[in-house]
């Protein structure tokens, strides 16, 4: 099993994140088996996933969850709005983002490379920050329905024992 962090982010007037769950980060859990990221978290019920980079802006959903899946190259991400945390993340990495959370890619390797998805196929809507956002989102974000399954462990793991 991967080793997991978990992290929390206030909301800074822009990037609202979330309130209640923290982010989690299981570092290196496809380390071995980077070419089996989509297929497990489909098997999860993590679907309507997308192989691609991570927007180099301050970007979140407020209406679903979602978890990135480093599947080639590395780079730095950050989560959380302009006053959050800079993450070195590379191949294997897993990051579980809840539903408001801010995130932007700072650099990153050529063959970058995420595997995105989220539970039940949710379609993801795309916030920037913009103060017209408000208060919608704050009520969208704690209405995100929560996972019946983690996305790399399935019927246990960090997702089911943290959020709820």
């Known amino acids: 099993m991967a080793e997991e962090n978990y ?7 822009t990037i609202p994140n979330n309130p209640t769950l923290p982010v989690i980060f299981y570092e290196g859990a496809f380390a071995e ?12 019920n993590w679907t309507n996933s997308w192989t691609n980079g991570v927007f180099d802006y301050h970007h979140y959903h407020s ?5 990135l899946g480093v599947k080639s190259g ?19 990495d897993v990051v579980v983002l809840p539903a408001g959370t801010g995130h932007k890619k700072i650099k990153a390797t050529s063959d970058f ?10 379609k993801p809507n795309l916030k920037t920050g ?15 329905p929560l ?6 462990y399935g019927e246990e793991g960090p997702v089911l024992d943290n959020w709820s």
Request: proline residues 7%; aromatic residues 6%.
């Open 113 to 122: 490379q995420v595997v995105g998805a989220y539970p039940d196929g949710l």
């Open 130 to 144: 913009g103060s017209d956002e408000r208060p919608v989102v704050l009520e969208e974000i704690l209405d995100a």
């Open 147 to 152: 996972p019946e399954k983690d996305p790399v």
């Open 63 to 67: 209406n679903t969850h979602e978890v």
């Open 33 to 44: 088996n980077p070419e089996d990221i989509e297929s497990v978290f489909n098997r999860n």
């Open 7 to 13: 992290f929390h982010f206030e909301d800074d007037r």
């Open 74 to 92: 590395s780079a730095t991400i950050q989560l959380g709005g302009e006053s959050g945390k800079m993450f070195e993340v590379t191949i294997g």
